[in-house]
């Protein structure tokens, strides 16, 4: 092939051929076929053209003379004129030579090749996938079209489809090739989006607006054109899908029915992870939120109720018009964040799941901190709480908004002791976090005063009638006079979280033994009793530390020009919703806390069936045992539904023990039901 560029601007493509033979002139027959093209085109798809027109004229001459010959050289220009217009017009024609020649030319666009198929790459269907004729491709190929949704990532279609990994990446990049598919990354909540101005489309094309609505809408749910236009312009450089959904979150202002089926997943993971936590098995639900990336998703949701209680709460109980027919899902509300911060302090006892909370961890920090500072007010004005945090089988007689605030506190106390446990396992590891989890803790919160307060005021425990009682397992006991020494775990914890934080060789460069700090941790010298230590012999090393403080002036901190790291989830959703608060209540109290009686109805069942023995004994990795011998339990007390036998035998032995308790239990779930039902 030859190129030339002309003088006016033009380029021309020539294919020269020489054919040599006696019978010519010179003993050779010389001629050039050529095209005329514009300079920027692009010739490559006109080159087999050329070529193979080429070809065809060089054969036509050694059969028949075709061009040699005047008379047949006479219908070169029709042709020639007819492959000039066929080819611009419609990029192939048909050139009949006489009545056995016929040649036919088309442009075939020369495509690159396709980029390298990821597994994490999803594939897209550029075009009508129903317009899509199968029976052309290759047996893999066909096997997995049914799976490219748009959706399914490369490695999941290899799995749904059972066809091998690699397979699935070369007919992808076959499908690639000839612009059947397109790639986009995948879906992820931590991915940034951009709308384009191609957005405005969605205003201006009514057919598009249909496409849209029908495609995201759900069976009897219809979204807005003006909510999903918005959702669209709220993508925008440095928003993730996380942020963006937060910005929209319909919790703060709308919590159905999917919100309450949330809360009762979180209830059941919350149950099996204490569950395999306790018997010491395989702790899957805590790898599946480590794996998964959730635990930043649950420290969220627990801010949000957190903040709502704190904001919208307090308007709804001062409401004149509010009247609901049942506090019931209120309380689930409010119940919500205790469930949580138990489930987080199952989970976050492992290392793994403190790194896995990533950022998040920052803000459970600072959770921790407001809890803990607020069980010390309270302790240090005595509004700890008298009365045991109610059962959920005693949830049925809490009617009015009154009661509803009563447990909420109850509620409060106990999410405070829970989030000592969770700070105390941050601290456990505290030297695979970030600098700004140890600087926050012991610079910006001081917790290590914090926890000295703690140790002094003891919130939970306390003197009643001359008693001693401690607050174990959501009730006050009293403690028998040879216990009362005895260290309990919440002890331990505030014991065990001070000796991380004073001790660990990163802490103690980091903290500042200022004269006021000093002066609060040397109080912790009159509790280091040798009772204490003989329970937690590690005290010893605490116990020394201290005595060489008395006499020692610690280097202070160095001051070191960092960037610290900031906590964003509390600021983020108090910034977003500042000035709404009247307003998300009122909207909770005509949209959310008004169920119908069907509703309600439904709320009830589903709680009865988070409770149901059926249900947590399924969870139980242990088979049940008989009541009487302690054998592998097969039948249950048809009364209670509480107590299993191995036989009938067993049963009629244990029932003078059981009896009472039978009772009890059977008229507490006859209540009960009697309750929902009559409030339904």
């Not at 401690?470 to 020494?485: M, N, S």
């Not at 806390?593 to 004994?617: H, I």
Request: charged share 25%; net charge neutral; proline share 4%.
């Amino acid at each position: 092939m030859h190129y030339l560029r002309t003088a006016m601007d033009k380029k021309l493509i020539g294919c020269p051929v020489c054919i040599e033979h006696k019978k010519y002139s010179r003993n050779a027959l010389l001629f050039n076929l050529g095209l005329v093209c514009d300079a920027t085109t692009k010739t490559c798809a006109l080159e087999p053209i050329v070529k193979k027109l080429s070809g065809y004229l060089t054969t036509l001459e050694l059969e028949s003379g075709f061009i040699s010959n005047e008379e047949s050289k006479q219908k070169l220009l029709p042709i020639m004129s007819t492959l000039l217009e066929e080819l611009n017009a419609t990029g192939a024609c048909t050139l009949p030579i006489d009545e056995s020649n016929t040649i036919h030319l088309k442009l075939i666009e020369q495509r690159k090749d396709p980029m390298i198929v990821q597994e994490y790459d999803v594939p897209v269907f550029t075009q009508n996938k129903d317009h899509f004729i199968k029976s052309q491709w290759d047996l893999t190929t066909q096997q997995i079209l049914p799976y490219i949704d748009g959706y399914r990532h490369i490695q999941k279609i290899s799995a749904e489809a059972d066809v091998e990994l690699n397979l699935v990446r070369i007919a992808i990049q076959n499908l690639l090739y000839y612009g059947v598919v397109t790639l986009v990354s995948i879906f992820q909540y931590s991915n940034v989006y951009c709308t384009t101005p191609k957005v405005q489309s969605l205003i201006d094309d009514k057919s598009i607006q249909e496409e849209c609505l029908h495609y995201i809408n759900k069976p009897g749910q219809r979204a807005s054109l003006r909510d999903v236009f918005q959702l669209y312009c709220g993508l925008t450089p440095g928003t993730t899908v996380r942020d963006l959904c937060s910005r929209y979150s319909q919790q703060l202002q709308r919590v159905d029915e999917r919100w309450f089926r949330q809360h009762e997943y979180i209830e059941k993971l919350n149950m099996q992870a204490i569950l395999n936590a306790s018997a010491n098995q395989e702790e899957f639900v805590k790898d599946l939120f480590v794996s998964h990336g959730k635990i930043p998703t649950v420290v969220h949701g627990m801010i949000l109720i957190e903040i709502w209680k704190q904001k919208v709460f307090p308007i709804l109980c001062q409401l004149q018009d509010f009247s609901p027919k049942s506090t019931f899902p209120l309380y689930m509300v409010i119940h919500h964040e205790a469930t949580i911060i138990n489930l987080l302090e199952t989970i976050m006892y492992h290392k793994e799941s403190c790194e896995a909370a990533e950022d998040a961890v920052l803000d459970l920090v600072d959770y921790c901190h407001r809890k803990l500072t607020l069980l010390v007010g309270q302790c240090a004005r005595g509004e700890n709480p008298t009365q045991d945090r109610l059962s959920h089988l005693e949830l049925s007689d809490m009617n009015s908004i009154q009661d509803l605030c009563n447990q909420s506190s109850m509620l409060e106390f106990e999410i405070s002791l829970k989030a000592l446990s969770v700070l105390r396992y941050i601290t456990d590891h505290v030297e695979s976090l970030s600098l700004s989890v140890l600087s926050r803790m012991l610079n910006t919160h001081n917790l290590p005063c914090v926890l000295v307060q703690l140790v002094g005021q003891c919130p939970w425990s306390r003197k009643n009638r001359g008693k001693l009682e401690k607050y174990e397992e959501g009730k006050w006991r009293e403690i028998p006079a040879e216990d009362r020494l005895k260290m309990t775990k919440l002890d331990g914890q505030v014991w065990i979280s001070l000796l991380n934080l004073l001790l660990k060789p990163d802490c103690q460069r980091k903290y500042d033994f200022n004269n006021f700090n000093k002066n609060q941790l040397l109080k912790l010298r009159g509790f280091l009793t040798e009772v204490v230590i003989d329970q937690l012999p590690n005290l010893a090393d605490l116990q020394r530390f201290l005595s060489q403080l008395t006499i020692t002036e610690p280097a202070p901190p160095k001051k070191e020009l960092i960037l610290e790291q900031l906590p964003e989830i509390w600021n983020g959703i108090i910034a977003e919703n500042s000035g709404k608060w009247k307003a998300i209540a009122k909207h909770q109290v005509q949209k959310v806390f008004n169920p119908s009686e069907s509703e309600l109805r439904k709320q009830a069942n589903r709680l009865a069936e988070t409770y149901n023995l059926d249900v947590m004994e399924s969870l139980i990795p242990d088979k049940p045992k008989c009541g009487t011998c302690g054998a592998e339990g097969v039948k249950r007390c048809s009364r209670c539904q509480g107590e299993w036998y191995c036989n009938r035998e067993c049963q009629v032995k244990h029932w003078p023990k059981h009896k009472l308790a039978c009772q009890l239990m059977a008229e507490a779930s006859e209540k009960l039901q009697k309750e929902l039902n009559s409030k339904t």
